[in-house]
C-alpha cells in the first residue's frame, strides 16, 4: 500500500484541494472517497453512495488511493487527450477521481521516489478491468515523455493489446471481450521518465476453452479473425474454409457471429498489430498455421473398429494438420490412435478407444494453443524489451487479473482463480497493514491493533506444503492406483477435517448438509463461500499429454511448435508439475513480485448482468462489495483514523477557523495546528499529533471542521472582496488623481504657452502702437499704419456712441484726433443733416403752424427779453379757454367774429392797479377782455395801437389802444401766463407784428381822459406786482439767468 505520504510526494502542484477539495463536493454526488464516510460499516451507505454517484456518470470513487469503477456500459467523455492533460501532474484529489488521476500518482510517485509500483485491477468478467488496463497504458503513452526510439516501444506495448486479446479473450456468457488468461505487465521507465521496455507474464489461460465452449460462447477470437477476416490465399494455403460453422472447434457455442464483435476489422487489427510488434512474414505464417492446425484437428473424427478402438474416419483433415504443423501424417496418425508403452526393452503400441482418442485429439490441441499462447508472450516480451540497457529502471506493474468467481457450480479453474484472489487480498493486508504501520512509526503515533478479518488461514489451507488442498490433490494425482475426483474428495476430508473454513456433506451439520452434494467441498473464503465440484479436478491439474504426441510435435517444421515441445520436457523423466502447482507457484512469483512493489488498486464493479447502460442492480453490485473485499478494505483503512495532512497543509487550509493562525502563524506548524485544533474544540480521542500530521479520528470531525471552513470561507470572501473592492478602487483613484494632475499639467502648460505667446505678441502689438503713436504725426508708414487705424475707428466707435441726440444739441461733438478732423467736420455735417431731415420729416402740419408761430414769437422777442428762451421749448396751444369754460352770452355775442384765441388773464385797475382775472378772447376781428357774462372791454384791431412788454422775465403786457375813440376806456394792463403765445397770436391776427414793443425800463400808458399811468420793471427775488409809491404799477421779474 502507499502510504498518504507517499503520494504526497513528488507532485508537481501541492494545491489547497487536495482531499479536502473533495470535500465541497460531498453533498452534490455524494462521496468521492469512502474513507471519509462517516457510517464506514454499512454496506447499504456503501452501496447508496456508489449509486448516487453512478446515476450522475461518476463511475470512479476512492478508498482511499484505491479506485472503485463501475462499468457504465457507455462510452462516457472522459478519456480524452483533454482530460489527460487535465489530470497530468495535478494531485491526487485535486479533481474528480479517475482512473487518471490514480495512474498518473503512481507514475509520479515512481519518478520521485524512484522505487517500483503496481497497479492491481481486479473485478468479476465483465467489469471492466481490461478497459481500465488499457486507459492506463493509454494515458502513459500520450503523457510520458517521448522520442523517436521510445515510440516504438510504445507503440510495441499498445499494440501487444489486440494481439494477446486476440489470443487470449474470447466472447463469454458475460463478457464478449473477456480475457481467458491473468496478464500481468511491467512497464519500464528510465529516470527521465520515458516508458523503455515492457514485459508481459500471463497466467492459467483457459485452455479448455479450445476445444469447448458452452452454448452461446466462443472460441478464442483469433480463430473466427482467421477463418472471416482471412485473405483469400492466406486461406487457401492454410486449407480453410471461410465458414467457422465448418469447424467443430467453433461450432459448439453457436454463436459464431456477435453483434458487438467485428472478426473482419479486428483481423486487419490484428495483423498490423503483429507486423508492430515485430512479427515477420514466417512468424505469421507459422503462427496462422499453428491456428489453422487447430482447426483441422478438432475436425478430425474418430469412429471405432470392432474393437472400439479408434480409427480415422477420413485423413484429409489430418493431411492438413500435418501440412500445417509439419508432422508426418503417419506419426500424427499413430500418435492420436496409440499409445505407446515401454515394457523393459520392447515398445508396446497400446489402441485408443474413440473417447480416449478424443481425448488426446482435444489434449494436443489445448497444448498446442496454450504453449503458442506462452510462445506469443514471450515474442512479444522481446520486442518490448529494453533496448537501452544500463541504464536505472523502475516500474509500473499492471495486473489485470481474474477476481472472485462464484458459479452455480464451481469447478477446479474457479478453485486456482478464487485462490489467486486469496493471495491477492493477503498481499493486499500485508502492504496496507505494513504501509499503516510503517507511516505510524514514521509519525511517532502508538500503533493501535486494526480489527479485520486476516484471511491467511484460507492461504495456508489452500497452499500450505504436504496439508495444503493443493498438496492433496497433487498426491491424489501422482498416486499409484485408482485415484479419482471422490478419493481426492476424501483424503480432503481426512486432512482438513476440523479446518474451519472447509467444509463437505460429510463434514457438514445437518443444516450445512442439506446444501452441499455429496461430490462438493464447500471453502470459506474471505469474500465468502464458494462450492466446489470435484469432479474433473484431477484431470485437469494433471493436463496430461502423452510423452509420444510431445516427441512428435518435436519434429515439427512448424518453428513455433517445435519452439513450444522442447527437448528438455520430452527427455526429462521426471513428471511435469501439475497445473495447480504450477500456478501456485506463479503466483508465489507474482507475490514476491508484488511485494517488492508500492500497490495501487483498481476495483472494478459490474452494473448489471445485462451489459445495459445506466442500470444499477444494487443485488449484483452488493455481491461484489462482498467479494471484492471492498467493506474488508475499507476497515482496513478506517481502523486507525479517518484522515491525515501534514501539518502545513492542514493549517494552511483551516487557518482561518482560529484567529491564532489567521492570517498567518509564524511559528512551527504543528503547534499551529494545535492551537487551532483546541480552538475548534477537537476532544482528545478525536485527533493525535504525528510528527509530521495530524490524524484525525473520524470523518465527522472532519466534516464539521469542513462545514465550519465552508461558512468561514463565505465571510472571507466577502472580506476579501471588500479589500480588494477598496485597493482596486483605491488604485482607481489614484490614477484618476496621477491623470488629473497630468492633465492640469499639460492645460497648465499650455495656458502658460498660450500666455507668453498673448504676452509676446501683446509686447509687439504695444510696442507697434507707442511707435505708431509716436509718429502719428508723420506720414502713413508701415509703423504708424495700424496705428492711424486704430485711432481712427476707435474714434468712430466712440464717435458713434456719442452723437449729439437732436439738432439744437451744438456741444456734443467729440473731439477728433488730427487725422480725423477733416472727416469729422464731414459726418457732423452729414449728421446734422441726417437729424434735420429726420426732424423735418417727423414735422406735422399743426407743428409746422406752430413753428410757424414760433418763428414770429422768436422775430419779436429773440434778444429782447429775458424770459424768452424760456419759452422756446413750450408748445403753443390753439386756446387755453375752451368754449364751454366761456359764458355763452358772451359766446352769443361775439360768435359771429369767430372765437380765434382765448387765455385767462388778470387786468389791472388803471387807477389802484387792483388786479382782476378776465378772460382775453382774441376773434377775428378784436380782443375782448370778459368778466362772466360781461364784455368788459373789446378793442378793435383797428384801435390796437400797439402792445409793449418789458425786456424782463415777468408776463406783463400792454395793450395800447387808440385814443380817438371816446367810448375805449384806454390802455388796458394786462398779466398773461402764456405771454408768448397770447402776444404771438394777437400780432398774427392783428397782422402788427411791429407794433409789438419789448421795452427796457418804464411803460406808459393811457387811459380815457388822456390820463397816463406808468408801469415800472425790476427784477427781484420774489415776483411781485403792486402799486408803487410813485403811483406806478411796480413790477418785480424774477432774475433770469442772463441778469
Ligand atoms: N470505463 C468504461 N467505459 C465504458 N465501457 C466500459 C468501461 N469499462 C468496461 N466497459 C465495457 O465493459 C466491457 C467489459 O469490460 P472488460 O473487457 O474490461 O471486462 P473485464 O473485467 O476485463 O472482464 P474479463 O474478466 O471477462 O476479462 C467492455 O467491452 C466495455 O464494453
Ligand atoms: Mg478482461
Redesign the pocket.
Known amino acids: 500500500m502507499v502510504s498518504f505520504c507517499n503520494f504526497q510526494k513528488g507532485k508537481k502542484k501541492l494545491g489547497l484541494l487536495d482531499l479536502e477539495g473533495a470535500l465541497t463536493a460531498r453533498d452534490r454526488v455524494g462521496i468521492q472517497d469512502f474513507v471519509l464516510l462517516d457510517a464506514h460499516n454499512s454496506e447499504t451507505a456503501f452501496l447508496d453512495n456508489l449509486k448516487k454517484r453512478f446515476s450522475e456518470d461518476l463511475?470512479y470513487t476512492y478508498i482511499g488511493t484505491l479506485l472503485i469503477?463501475v462499468?457504465?456500459?457507455?462510452?462516457?467523455d472522459m478519456y480524452s487527450k483533454k482530460h489527460m492533460d487535465l489530470y497530468m501532474g495535478v494531485n491526487f484529489y485535486e479533481l474528480p477521481p479517475h482512473i487518471y488521476a490514480l495512474a498518473d500518482n503512481a507514475y509520479h510517485t515512481m519518478l520521485t521516489e524512484a522505487n517500483n509500483h503496481f497497479i492491481l485491477i481486479s473485478?468479476?468478467?465483465?467489469?471492466?478491468?481490461?478497459?481500465?488496463s488499457k486507459?492506463i497504458l493509454q494515458y502513459y503513452a500520450v503523457s510520458c515523455p517521448s522520442s523517436a526510439l521510445l515510440d516504438t516501444v510504445r507503440d510495441r506495448m499498445l499494440m501487444s493489446n489486440p494481439v494477446l486479446e486476440a489470443f487470449g479473450?474470447a466472447k463469454?456468457l458475460?463478457?464478449?471481450?473477456?480475457?481467458r488468461f491473468g496478464k500481468y505487465m511491467d512497464i519500464q521507465f528510465d529516470s527521465q521518465g520515458d516508458a523503455v521496455g515492457g514485459h508481459i507474464l500471463s497466467y492459467l489461460l483457459e485452455k479448455s476453452r479450445v476445444v469447448h465452449q458452452n452454448h452461446g460462447e466462443r472460441n478464442f477470437h483469433i480463430f473466427y479473425q482467421l477463418v472471416e477476416g482471412g485473405e483469400e490465399d492466406l486461406l487457401r494455403q492454410l486449407g480453410l474454409e471461410r465458414d467457422t460453422k465448418h469447424y467443430n472447434y467453433l461450432a459448439q457455442g453457436e454463436c459464431s457471429s456477435v453483434i458487438s464483435i467485428n472478426d473482419k476489422n479486428d483481423w486487419k487489427t490484428v495483423r498490423n498489430a503483429l507486423s508492430v510488434v515485430h512479427f515477420d512474414d514466417t512468424d505469421m505464417e507459422h503462427l496462422f498455421g499453428v491456428i489453422a492446425s487447430v482447426l483441422h484437428l478438432g475436425n478430425v473424427q474418430f469412429d471405432g473398429d470392432t474393437k472400439g478402438y479408434a480409427v480415422l474416419n477420413s485423413n484429409a483433415e489430418l493431411r492438413w494438420v500435418s501440412k500445417l504443423t509439419g508432422v508426418h501424417v503417419q506419426i500424427l496418425h499413430e500418435s492420436l490412435t496409440y499409445k505407446r508403452i515401454e515394457a523393459r526393452t520392447d515398445e508396446v503400441l497400446c489402441p485408443f478407444t474413440v473417447d480416449h482418442a478424443i481425448y488426446v485429439r482435444d489434449a494436443l490441441a489445448k497444448a498446442i494453443y496454450g504453449r503458442t499462447f506462452t510462445w506469443l508472450v514471450n515474442r512479444i516480451n522481446e520486442s518490448l524489451e529494453n533496448q537501452v540497457r544500463n541504464i536505472r529502471k523502475t516500474v509500473i506493474g499492471l495486473l489485470?487479473i481474474?477476481g472472485f468467481e462464484v458459479f452455480y457450480v464451481n469447478s477446479f479453474e474457479q478453485f486456482c482463480i478464487n485462490y489467486c484472489n486469496e493471495k491477492l487480498q493477503q498481499l493486499f493486508i500485508q502492504l496496507t497493514l505494513k504501509a499503516e504501520q510503517e507511516e505510524y512509526e514514521a509519525e511517532g503515533i502508538e500503533w493501535e491493533p486494526v480489527q479485520f478479518f486476516n484471511n491467511k488461514i484460507i492461504c495456508d489451507l489452500v497452499e500450505e506444503k504436504h496439508r495444503g488442498i493443493i498438496s492433496v490433490l497433487d498426491e491424489e494425482c501422482v498416486r499409484p492406483g485408482d485415484a479419482t475426483d471422490l478419493t481426492f474428495l476424501e483424503k480432503l476430508e481426512e486432512k482438513m477435517g476440523n479446518h474451519p473454513h472447509f467444509v463437505t456433506h460429510k463434514l457438514a451439520d445437518k443444516k450445512t448438509r442439506k446444501t452441499l452434494d455429496r461430490g462438493d467441498f464447500r471453502l470459506l473464503h474471505y469474500a465468502g463461500e464458494v462450492t466446489y465440484c470435484v469432479v474433473g479436478f484431477i484431470d485437469k491439474n494433471n493436463d496430461l499429454l502423452y510423452r509420444h504426441i510431445k516427441e512428435a510435435m518435436r519434429q515439427s517444421k512448424n518453428s513455433i511448435i517445435r519452439q513450444c515441445f522442447l527437448s528438455d520436457e520430452v527427455d526429462s523423466r521426471r513428471r511435469p508439475e501439475t497445473v495447480a502447482t504450477q500456478f501456485k507457484n506463479s503466483l508465489l512469483g507474482l507475490t514476491e513480485i508484488l511485494m517488492a512493489k508500492e500497490a495501487w488498486y483498481v476495483r472494478?464493479l459490474k452494473s448489471n448482468d445485462n451489459k445495459q447502460s445506466g442500470k444499477f442492480d444494487d443485488v449484483l453490485v452488493r455481491h461484489q462489495v462482498k467479494y471484492l473485499g471492498l467493506m474488508e478494505h475499507l476497515r482496513v483503512r478506517r481502523a486507525g483514523f479517518a484522515y491525515r495532512r501534514r501539518y502545513e497543509e492542514f493549517l494552511k487550509r483551516y487557518k482561518p477557523l482560529c484567529p491564532a493562525t489567521w492570517p498567518h502563524w509564524r511559528g512551527v506548524p504543528s503547534e499551529g495546528v494545535e492551537k487551532l485544533v483546541k480552538h475548534l474544540g477537537y476532544q482528545p480521542d478525536e485527533y493525535k499529533m504525528g510528527r509530521t500530521k495530524i490524524f484525525i479520528r473520524y470523518a465527522r470531525t472532519l466534516f464539521a471542521t469542513e462545514d465550519a471552513y465552508e461558512i468561514c470561507k463565505h465571510e472571507l470572501a466577502t472580506r476579501i472582496q471588500a479589500k480588494y473592492k477598496g485597493y482596486r478602487a483605491k488604485g482607481e483613484f489614484k490614477k484618476q488623481k496621477e491623470a488629473a494632475t497630468k492633465i492640469e499639467t499639460c492645460w497648465r502648460g499650455v495656458q502658460a504657452r498660450k500666455e507668453r505667446e498673448k504676452r509676446a505678441w501683446a509686447v509687439k502689438v504695444i510696442k507697434k502702437f507707442i511707435k505708431g503713436y509716436m509718429t502719428r504725426g508723420q506720414a502713413k508708414t508701415t509703423d504708424n499704419s495700424e496705428y492711424l487705424a486704430f485711432v481712427r475707428q476707435s474714434y468712430l466707435n466712440r464717435l458713434r456712441d456719442n452723437l449729439p441726440k437732436t439738432v439744437l444739441d451744438k456741444t456734443t461733438w467729440l473731439t477728433p484726433p488730427p487725422v480725423m478732423t477733416e472727416t469729422s467736420a464731414m459726418l457732423r455735417q452729414i449728421h446734422m443733416r441726417l437729424m434735420v431731415r429726420k426732424y423735418v420729416r417727423g414735422i406735422t402740419p399743426q407743428k409746422k403752424a406752430q413753428m410757424q408761430l414760433k418763428i414770429i414769437t422768436s422775430a419779436i422777442f429773440k434778444g429782447k427779453k429775458d424770459s424768452y428762451p424760456q419759452s422756446v421749448a413750450v408748445p403753443f396751444v390753439d386756446t387755453r379757454i375752451s368754449e364751454q369754460d366761456i359764458n355763452m352770452r358772451v359766446l352769443q355775442t361775439i360768435r359771429h367774429e369767430r372765437i380765434k384765441y382765448s387765455v385767462p388773464v388778470v387786468k389791472y385797475d388803471r387807477n389802484g392797479f387792483k388786479p382782476r382775472p378776465r378772460q382775453l378772447i382774441l376773434t377775428q376781428s378784436a380782443v375782448y377782455l370778459i368778466e362772466e357774462a360781461k364784455i368788459k372791454q373789446r378793442v378793435d384791431y383797428v384801435s390796437l395801437t400797439g402792445v409793449s412788454v418789458s425786456n424782463l422775465g415777468d408776463t406783463i403786457m400792454i395793450l395800447h389802444v387808440a385814443n380817438d375813440d371816446p367810448k375805449q376806456k384806454g390802455d388796458v394792463v394786462l398779466q398773461c401766463d402764456h405771454l408768448f403765445e397770447a402776444v404771438t397770436k394777437l400780432s398774427v391776427l392783428t397782422k402788427k407784428q411791429d407794433a409789438i414793443k419789448a421795452v427796457q425800463g418804464s411803460i406808459k400808458f393811457q387811459f380815457h381822459g388822456g390820463k397816463e399811468g406808468f408801469v415800472d420793471f425790476s427784477t427781484g427775488q420774489e415776483p411781485m406786482v403792486y402799486k408803487g409809491k410813485n403811483g406806478h404799477l411796480t413790477v418785480v421779474a424774477p432774475r433770469t439767468r442772463g441778469r
Not at 71 to 76: F, Q, R
Not at 174 to 179: G, T, V
Open positions: 463511475i469503477s462499468n457504465p456500459y457507455k462510452e462516457l473485478g468479476e468478467s465483465g467489469a471492466g478491468k481490461t478497459e481500465a486507459k479473450n463469454t458475460k463478457n464478449d471481450n473477456s480475457s489485470d481474474y472494478c
